[in-house]
């Protein structure tokens, strides 16, 4: 590649269509105490490894953690293994990296159970040289130690990787990392002021592969 080292994907919103599946998790669990959270308040919790914990805490939820969560992680794991769809445009980008022999990794939020199913479910199951996800580090997004873990398991400096990403906690996550960030935005993200990406695109579909490796900045 003569742009960049390695190109590290976030997931949910960037390679899959993830955030209904949350939002839908999330106002299910709290249906069953008579609440719900609409879509605006649901924003910031996106992207972030302590979004749903942050989230029981700021609704004063009647439960403890250990109720709520544990069927929470449920619910994701099976829609993300039955109701994943790829962002038009994410399979095929991947796909094309790869083939030119770029260096690819995720770096997701969501836990490992469930990047490994969701990638499985829209045809990229081992198509990364790494994975790197919210079971693997202490300090979520939009801290930098996802970013810095990915770059150090792929052997690159982190100054030299690309990330793409959708949500503000990710960007600042990837730039704190040293890294060059694009962000595509989806429905959830529209309105949202995203914190400086180096590049803005409507759409995953719209990044091709000589957009990655052909720039540098």
């Known amino acids: 590649m003569d742009g960049f080292a390695a190109v590290i994907f976030d997931m949910d919103g960037v390679l899959v269509d993830g955030e209904p599946l949350h939002f839908r998790a999330v106002n299910q669990l709290l249906g069953e105490e008579g609440l719900s959270i609409s879509l605006e308040a649901y924003k910031p919790y996106m992207g972030t490894k302590a979004g749903w914990s942050d989230m029981m805490r700021d609704m004063g939820l009647s439960k403890p953690e250990s109720y709520y969560v544990p069927r929470y992680h449920e619910i994701i794991l099976e829609q993300y293994r039955t109701r994943s769809v790829p962002e038009p445009g994410a399979v095929e980008l991947v ?5 030119a022999g770029a260096r690819i990794a995720v770096a997701s939020s969501s836990r490992t159970p469930w990047v490994e199913a969701c990638l499985e479910a829209i045809g ?16 979520g997004k939009p801290a930098p130690d996802i970013y810095l873990l990915a770059a150090e398991r792929l052997s690159v400096d982190p100054t030299r990787c690309l990330a793409i990403e959708d949500a503000p906690a990710g960007i600042f996550s990837a730039k704190a990392a040293g890294m060059t960030v694009w962000a595509v935005r989806t429905e959830y993200t529209r309105g949202l002021e995203l914190p400086r990406p180096h590049r803005e695109f409507e759409r995953i579909a719209d990044i091709g592969v000589d957009n990655v490796l052909g720039v540098a900045v």
């Open 124 to 139: 990229l199951g081992g198509a990364f040289e790494a994975l790197i996800t919210g079971s693997d580090i202490e300090h």
């Open 95 to 99: 796909r094309g990296l790869r083939a």
